[in-house]
């Protein structure tokens, strides 16, 4: 029979206990009336944005002469004077009261430090069957002439402008009001309606080897068949009853190699271009960072000089992105990633097969991140593209942005990890 120390030990001090017992003597009554103060916890799991009081539990103190509290980590959890814990973001943190007594029937001070573990977490409950409120869609867009943030009809110069705008000028309605006071909540339900995706046009890739040998964004727009988009086709979409339109977007196409991850003017033109035929008919859009030639695969990377690279990348994109569009109108929304936030999903996910280029092949080095460590790192990149977005000022301080879910998947997204 196999017994572990502890309760072997534990077994040992009990015998002890019974054969030494005839011979115990008990003490003075006094000393049974011991003085102690604990907390009322020792460990506690709070919600982040709630709050915990931690007591403090006296037994025979004639005075509680100080107290004072802190914590190992505010940016997790904070505390009060009186004990009052804040949890601020998911995450542990140690707090601690140093407390400073006098027992009963004493007259010297006794101090004592006293800790309660506390861990922060970012609950999701899960989804009921029969939600108390639900948003009921209009399908049913405003007419054009309606619509909102549509203005008067001025001209722009697109800066890349591609040959689909005569000398680089557009006509463009969008107004450039962004509406601080209507939530995602409300254009969801009173005005995005159906939605269509503009795929396999500026996420196209072609061969990582062959980009140098094109020069236009409409050459990789129509890497997969798809002919080049014009605003009629818009046009044509608007009048089927869609009023939102998504646009994928590979912007490693066109970026410079210097270590710098400078998009091409060209690109950024051209998304810009397709961005204002939606506009123009009112509509919402949505433009991201998807699947780029699977260099996701670098975030993944046993070798964290790639992994800081993968960072950077992501850091000058947005950066890039967020600057080129902040003057535009809320009508316009920006999507942190795709489903590239997994480690399980085979084209271009954190541990994707990446060549030396840290492009994904499919004889390159896997990565080696838990799904523990994927789900930390897609929130820390979520995060750091909100960051980016509301810092670059603008419209962006109050634009509404998509934050892309672990793999897309509503299953793993609704997950406390995210």
């Excluded at 054009?144 to 402008?161: C, L």
């Excluded at 909540?185 to 996420?203: H, R, S």
């Excluded at 433009?287 to 990348?313: C, L, P, Q």
């Excluded at 840290?358 to 909100?386: C, H, P, R, W």
Aim: with cysteine; net charge positive; aromatic share 8%.
């Amino acid at each position: 029979m196999k017994v572990s120390w502890k309760k072997g030990l534990a077994f040992v001090l009990a015998i002890a206990m019974v054969l030494t017992g005839a011979w115990y003597v008990a003490p003075a009554a006094s000393a049974a009336k011991k003085a102690s103060v604990k907390l009322s916890k020792t460990s506690a799991k709070v919600k982040k944005g709630k709050k915990l009081t931690l007591k403090l539990k006296k037994t025979n103190v004639k005075k509680i002469k100080s107290q004072t509290w802190s914590s190992s980590k505010k940016s997790v959890a904070t505390v009060s004077k009186k004990g009052v814990v804040t949890a601020k973001k998911a995450g542990k943190a140690t707090i601690k009261v140093k407390v400073k007594y006098i027992a009963k029937g004493a007259k010297k001070t006794t101090t004592k430090t006293l800790k309660c573990k506390v861990t922060v977490t970012d609950s999701v409950a899960a989804p009921s069957a029969e939600p108390e409120k639900s948003i009921k869609i209009n399908m049913v867009p405003p007419a054009i002439d309606k619509a909102s943030n549509i203005g008067p009809e001025r001209e722009v110069s697109i800066v890349g402008a591609s040959k689909m705008s005569a000398d680089g000028k557009m006509k463009v309605k969008d107004n450039g009001t962004m509406r601080k006071e209507l939530s995602s909540q409300y254009l969801l339900a009173n005005e995005m309606g159906l939605g269509i995706n503009l795929g396999n046009t500026m996420e196209a890739c072609k061969a990582i080897g062959e980009i140098d040998n094109f020069s236009e964004a409409t050459d990789f727009e129509q890497a997969w068949g798809q002919p080049v988009t014009t605003s009629a086709y818009i046009d044509s979409v608007r009048s089927y009853g869609f009023n939102t339109l998504r646009i994928p977007v590979a912007w490693t196409s066109m970026v410079s190699k210097d270590g710098n991850y400078t998009i091409d003017p060209k690109m950024l033109g051209r998304v810009e271009e397709i961005v204002n035929y939606a506009l123009n008919n009112g509509m919402y859009v949505i433009i991201n960072d998807h699947f780029d030639y699977g260099w996701w695969g670098a975030f993944g990377s046993a070798d964290e000089t790639v992994r800081a690279g993968a960072m950077k990348r992501y850091i000058s994109y947005w950066t890039q992105i967020s600057e080129r569009f902040k003057g535009y109108s809320d009508h316009l929304i920006f999507e942190s990633a795709n489903e590239e936030l997994d480690i399980d999903i085979p084209n271009g996910g954190f541990n994707a097969k990446i060549n030396a280029d840290g492009y994904m092949s499919n004889d390159g080095k896997a990565g080696i991140l838990t799904t523990e460590e994927a789900y930390k790192l897609a929130n820390e990149i979520n995060q750091k593209f909100v960051n980016i977005v509301r810092e670059s000022g603008g419209n962006n301080a109050y634009r509404h942005l998509l934050i892309a879910g672990y793999t897309t998947n509503i299953t793993s997204t609704c997950d406390a990890r995210w």
